[in-house]
């Protein structure tokens, strides 16, 4: 996906979600991540919209989030997606893995808005399936 596109899609997206539902995405590095938030929050100005930077490594970031799935804390909302989001999760481990690495950093992104742990207020979710349910058979 060519940043154009990827872009429009985050635009698409916040405009079905609406005005109140938090616009976030992890900040590239160096002067070019703080040129692309600029552009962004211009784009997103009607929406609540922040590039948050990352602390720490990936597999540091990800340790909450685990920590919570093997307690049964963590809700999905049921679909067609569940499974593949799911394995990918339990693949992560830390090495390059483009699809499974996304989908674990985002979600650990998340996790850390939600807690609040990135200076954002808490935002609850309401879901339909405990995620230690999902996990029988995998």
Same mark, same amino acid.
């Given at each position: 996906?060519?940043?154009?596109?990827?872009?429009?899609?985050?635009?698409?997206?916040?405009?079905?979600?609406?005005?109140?539902?938090?616009?976030?995405?992890?900040?590239?590095?160096?002067?070019?991540?703080?040129?692309?938030?600029?552009? @962004?929050?211009?784009?997103?100005?009607?929406?609540?919209?922040?590039?948050?930077?990352?602390?720490?490594? @990936?597999?540091?970031?990800? @340790?909450?989030?685990?920590?919570?799935?093997?307690?049964?804390?963590?809700?999905?909302?049921?679909?067609?997606?569940?499974?593949?989001?799911?394995?990918?999760?339990?693949?992560?481990?830390?090495?390059?893995?483009?699809?499974?690495?996304?989908?674990?950093?985002?979600?650990?992104?998340?996790?850390?808005?939600?807690?609040?742990?990135?200076?954002?207020?808490?935002?609850?979710? @309401?879901?339909?399936?405990?995620?230690?349910?999902?996990?029988?058979?995998?």
């Amino acid at each position: 996906v060519s940043a154009a596109s990827g872009d429009d899609l985050i635009e698409k997206i916040a405009n079905q979600d609406g005005s109140n539902v938090n616009v976030r995405e992890e900040q590239e590095g160096g002067s070019a991540g703080l040129r692309d938030e600029s552009q @962004k929050a211009q784009r997103l100005r009607t929406f609540n919209y922040k590039s948050v930077k990352p602390l720490g490594d @990936k597999v540091t970031r990800a @340790k909450p989030l685990a920590s919570e799935c093997k307690a049964g804390m963590v809700y999905l909302v049921l679909g067609e997606w569940n499974t593949m989001y799911i394995n990918a999760l339990h693949k992560f481990n830390g090495t390059p893995q483009p699809l499974v690495n996304d989908l674990t950093d985002a979600s650990s992104g998340l996790y850390a808005e939600i807690q609040g742990m990135g200076a954002i207020q808490h935002t609850p979710i @309401k879901s339909a399936r405990a995620f230690n349910e999902l996990f029988d058979g995998y």
